[in-house]
């Protein structure tokens, strides 16, 4: 087989492409690429803010990263620094109808100490328990080193990360109620809100310590290669929604038959605080409302996000992107198909977003004779995938052009990742998403897991020095987790983006111990993918369709020509 046929770029994005014989008649693009990546491989994690990882993070001499440790807010030692009141904690005036504006009433004197919400198998010790936390009652208002009381290999709570929460949290730009949010907010279930605290807020304001040992092996990657200290999540929120965000730059929304329709009423958001709560919403959460039709200021939630767009110093993309009668996903349901291609039910007691027309990465890839596959862990052969299956983060399950052709072929379980390896058959365009244990999600799984997850990958592709040396691989997360970070962050449209979210690149062609600077988000990968191999854009509505930023020397991290989104290719060495 021709040797460019078994080149390789890779993707790590913690939590997919055409066969050999479809390769080997590709069509011209399919081999010509605009750098020398040849092989694309996207790991994916989740749940990791950039701070939550790199907040002590120091880069190799003559490059400069933003962080907890050099804007002063913690010490090298993890503990408060001399600006430390950068990242201080606020309470909001509860207000009678959502807000991403509240009046503070305050600053937290202490944070409070945290809850086991959402922890799986070892619970997260609180003051109440038999086996208290090794922290005192409470700790000073800002960031903590979780580690000194969690260590990396122990799993500590989940933080709140939904879509009008963490708008909240944000604050304009002021990322100063994340406790306060997460504390008043209630349970992750709509059932009885704001009955029963969540005590979540303190870990949300975690961090892992690099400067004392913590995370060696994403730190030592980060020395040797290419790390991106400007890269979001690009929807507010959690998981589902930024995953299809990876596959399509766009957002899903509700629909019957492919044209727009009204969900089930049951399933449409109102973040509205319910009677006798601060900020308890009326109907949020899994089981609970995840819709809404942001063109309508009516509806609830949506004129207090559309009301701070239309403030900003510049013109939102689209106009917020929000299409007169279309009720958009932004929290997670289920997907359309299951693994094997069935469709799922629909009704207000079956919580699935329907199938999805718009265009993906993944059609695109085949119309231009580009091979690509998506490696799920646990994904296995079965009707819903085993124990440890993800099935949001699996997302060409959710459109129609995917699991309704032959395409779907491509979605296998990440046990056949090393036998196409073996074989010679490795596509051009690998995503990766682990299994539940090993993705890194709090709760569930440890940083350190999905990092023993990463590591086996890049050792195994290092030692194959013919695949090694046009490969390039990225690592980074869904979404933030609902962990504080200090970054900037660029509002795009009516979905985010939202905060930052660790991201290195790791390839013989990666500019070696740099940090860029460049304003990226998931799209940046689609980016890339069209540039690369030289496809058409998916769509206006997807965030492809933004420009590459231009960045001033006063201020490296804000683009000048906003909104806009790079395209990677500064993380590699110049041709």
């Known amino acids: 087989m021709n040797k460019a046929l078994l080149t390789l770029a890779i993707v790590i994005v913690g939590g997919y492409c055409l066969s050999a014989a479809h390769a080997a008649t590709a069509a011209p693009n399919a081999t010509k690429t605009a750098t020398p990546v040849k092989h694309l491989i996207v790991i994916v994690g989740e749940n990791r803010s950039f701070d939550n990882v790199f907040a002590t993070y120091q880069p190799p001499k003559g490059q400069t990263v933003a962080n907890l440790l050099s804007r002063g807010i913690v010490n090298k030692?993890?503990?408060?620094?001399?600006?430390?009141?950068?990242?201080?904690?606020?309470?909001?005036?509860?207000?009678?109808?959502?807000?991403?504006?509240?009046?503070?009433?305050?600053?937290y004197h202490m944070l409070p100490a945290p809850g086991a919400n959402?922890?799986?198998?070892?619970?997260?010790?609180?003051?109440?328990?038999?086996?208290?936390?090794?922290?005192?009652?409470?700790?000073?208002?800002?960031?903590?080193?979780?580690?000194?009381?969690?260590?990396?290999?122990?799993?500590?709570?989940?933080?709140?990360?939904?879509?009008?929460?963490?708008?909240?949290?944000?604050?304009?730009?002021?990322?100063?109620?994340?406790?306060?949010?997460?504390?008043?907010?209630?349970?992750?279930?709509?059932?009885?809100?704001g009955t029963k605290p969540s005590r979540q807020g303190i870990v949300g304001m975690g961090f892992y310590n690099m400067a004392e040992g913590d995370a060696p092996y994403f730190r030592e990657l980060a020395e040797h290669y290419a790390l991106a200290d400007n890269y979001h999540q690009p929807v507010m929120g959690g998981t589902g929604a930024n995953f299809i965000a990876i596959a399509s730059g766009d957002v899903g929304s509700y629909n019957r038959d492919g044209k727009a329709a009204t969900p089930p009423e049951n399933q449409i958001e109102n973040p509205d605080p319910a009677p006798g709560t601060p900020n308890a919403y009326v109907q949020d959460g899994y089981s609970g409302g995840s819709y809404v039709n942001c063109s309508d200021l009516a509806q609830p939630g949506a004129a207090s996000i559309r009301r701070y767009l239309s403030g900003l110093p510049y013109r939102a993309f689209n106009d917020g992107n929000c299409a007169p009668g279309v009720f958009y996903l932004v929290n997670n349901y289920e997907p359309g198909y299951r693994a094997n291609g069935d469709r799922s039910p629909l009704?207000?007691?079956?919580?699935?977003?329907?199938?999805?027309?718009m265009p993906t990465i993944a059609e695109r890839l085949s119309q231009n004779g580009v091979s690509w596959k998506w490696y799920a862990g646990d994904r296995g052969n079965g009707k819903r995938g085993g124990k440890g299956y993800c099935t949001i983060c699996d997302p060409f399950t959710f459109f129609q052009g995917v699991m309704e052709s032959g395409l779907k072929r491509n979605l296998v379980d990440f046990g056949q990742f090393y036998g196409d390896i073996a074989a010679g058959s490795l596509p051009a365009v690998s995503f990766i998403t682990p299994s539940d244990g090993v993705s890194g999600h709090p709760g569930y799984s440890t940083l350190t897991r999905f990092s023993d997850f990463v590591e086996g990958i890049v050792n195994h592709i290092q030692k194959n020095h013919a695949l090694w040396k046009d490969t390039a691989i990225i690592i980074t997360f869904d979404e933030g987790g609902g962990y504080y970070d200090s970054g900037y962050v660029q509002t795009i449209d009516f979905f985010g983006d939202g905060p930052r979210v660790p991201m290195i690149l790791v390839s013989p062609h990666a500019r070696p111990g740099w940090v860029d600077h460049t304003y990226y988000d998931h799209a940046s990968i689609l980016k890339f993918i069209e540039k690369n191999w030289r496809l058409q854009p998916l769509s206006a509505r997807s965030r492809v369709a933004l420009p590459n930023p231009v960045h001033g020397m006063q201020d490296p991290y804000v683009p000048q020509n906003r909104p806009a989104i790079g395209d990677l290719t500064n993380m590699l060495k110049e041709q």
């Open 77 to 107: 030692d993890g503990l408060p620094g001399k600006n430390f009141s950068l990242a201080e904690q606020k309470r909001a005036v509860p207000a009678d109808e959502y807000s991403v504006e509240l009046a503070i009433a305050g600053s």
């Open 118 to 193: 959402g922890t799986r198998g070892q619970a997260m010790p609180t003051r109440d328990s038999a086996s208290p936390p090794k922290l005192a009652n409470e700790l000073p208002n800002g960031p903590f080193q979780i580690s000194r009381h969690f260590p990396p290999g122990a799993r500590a709570g989940s933080p709140v990360h939904r879509f009008f929460q963490m708008w909240q949290q944000y604050h304009a730009g002021k990322n100063d109620l994340m406790v306060w949010v997460a504390d008043t907010e209630g349970t992750v279930s709509d059932k009885a809100p």
């Open 347 to 357: 009704g207000p007691e079956h919580y699935i977003l329907p199938p999805q027309s």
